[in-house]
């Protein structure tokens, strides 16, 4: 079955970094852009970043650009989120998804458009 898990997280000071990486199974990994999204409790949902199933395009948030970065490895079939400069305010459950279209020509922002989903990691950010 697809398993999406991820993995990174923890406590960081302010202005410090984290890498987070999301190893994918159960499916055709190299076929699927991925994005991560992030969460905070009682709050929606929030669209950080994408990259394209090729890693050749990524999209990211306003509120994380110059600072976040997605990357992928198609041959361990993982997706990673460097996170630099950390800020209190990131501080939420990080989570990895699928697309749900295969080799899909546009990144998507919307949780909707994704399908599987890892059960996320804790970033903690103290100021």
């Known amino acids: 079955q697809v398993q999406l898990v991820e993995s990174g997280g923890g406590l960081v000071q302010a202005g410090g970094s984290l890498r987070l990486s999301c190893a994918a199974s159960?499916?055709?990994?190299?076929?699927?852009?991925m994005g991560w999204f992030r969460q905070a409790p009682g709050k929606e949902r929030e669209f950080v970043a994408a990259i394209y199933w090729s890693g050749g395009n990524t999209y990211y948030a306003d509120s994380v650009k110059g600072r976040l970065s997605v990357s992928r490895d198609n041959a361990k079939n993982t997706v990673y989120l460097q996170m630099n400069s950390l800020k209190p305010e990131d501080t939420v459950v990080y989570s990895c998804a699928a697309d749900r279209g295969l080799r899909s020509s546009y990144l998507s922002l919307s949780s909707y458009e994704y399908n599987y989903w890892g059960q996320g990691t804790q970033v903690t950010v103290s100021s």
């Open positions: 159960g499916f055709t990994f190299n076929n699927y852009n």
